[in-house]
């Protein structure tokens, strides 16, 4: 069987900048509440399901989750459904660790605040 494709986060984030991919987010809510890469979509891997996948024919779908094991099994459910899928490896760690900023929830306050790079 054939492996996703898999993405550094610099290239994700050239790709997410340049609006050349749709970027998923498998972890689950809470995680994605806490802390989010900008634009990310939620479809949690607990209740994935290829199907139900944003279709945009100008886009690739590329997944992402906290370390990049979620991100490759839900990759790999989609090769299985569509013949291609793209996952970052690392997760949001690599891209925090790339010095990429994210979008986090301000537990004093509940307010949305960007979180700058590293």
């Given at each position: 069987m054939a492996q996703?494709?898999?993405?550094?986060?610099?290239?994700?984030?050239?790709?997410?900048?340049r609006q050349q991919i749709v970027l998923i987010d498998v972890r689950e809510p809470a995680e994605y509440a806490a802390e989010r890469i900008h634009g990310a979509l939620m479809y949690p891997l607990s209740t994935f399901d290829p199907a139900f996948l944003p279709t945009d024919h100008d886009r690739s779908v590329v997944f992402h989750?906290?370390?990049g094991m979620r991100s490759m099994t839900a990759a790999?459910?989609?090769l299985t459904q569509a013949g291609k899928a793209t996952h970052m490896k690392g997760g949001i760690a690599a891209w925090k660790a790339s010095g990429f900023a994210t979008v986090r929830i301000d537990p004093a306050t509940g307010r949305v605040v960007d979180a700058p790079a590293a």
């Open positions: 996703p494709l898999v993405e550094a986060p610099h290239e994700v984030h050239d790709l997410l900048k989750c906290a370390g790999v459910q989609r």
